[in-house]
């Protein structure tokens, strides 16, 4: 009997995040590692992207606060920093904020699929302050294999990310 051997969805490195960051939004990004984890639960919120192997098993969340999905979507789309910022003090992602951000979440699979390992595909993204669903919820602060870190877009600002595998 032969079968494949699976590895655990594997957690990427910070290099790749930024990275794949850079390639879509043309644009450098910094990060600095080892910061708090983004807790969708407090103010502004965060966008939380859900992601599932085809058996729609739970593998991986990306956690992004609302600061940072704001410079994301305006970015991506060559909007003005001021777009951003205005959906920052108002505490209220434009849907078109949201939409770009999500798109940029849906790519981010690629950082979890390696050879060898589960096959993931974002599965939901929830916008900032909307409930998670229980079996979501309870993995977004947990201690699990996590990458925690603050991310800078050039010309746009600074806000804080999370990657967890499960």
């Known amino acids: 009997m032969s079968g494949q051997v699976t590895r655990p969805t594997p957690l990427p490195a910070a290099l790749e995040v930024r990275e794949l960051l850079e390639g879509l939004l043309g644009r450098d990004v910094d990060g600095n590692v080892g910061t708090a984890i983004v807790n969708p639960h407090e103010r502004p919120g965060a ?67 390696h050879d060898g390992c589960p096959h993931v595909r974002l599965y939901e993204a929830y916008a900032p302050n909307e409930v998670l669903p229980p079996d979501v919820n309870k993995w977004v602060t947990a201690y699990v294999a996590r990458l925690d870190m603050e991310l800078t877009v050039s010309g746009y600002g600074s806000g804080h990310a999370s990657v967890l595998v499960i």
């Open 47 to 113: 966008v939380v992207g859900v992601y599932v192997d085809d058996m729609l098993k739970l593998r991986s969340l990306i956690v992004v606060d609302m600061p940072l999905t704001a410079y994301l979507g305006a970015s991506i789309a060559l909007m003005p920093a001021a777009t951003a910022n205005s959906a920052i003090e108002a505490g209220l992602l434009t849907p078109v904020l949201y939409d770009n951000a999500r798109e940029i979440l849906n790519i981010a699979a690629s950082l979890f699929n």
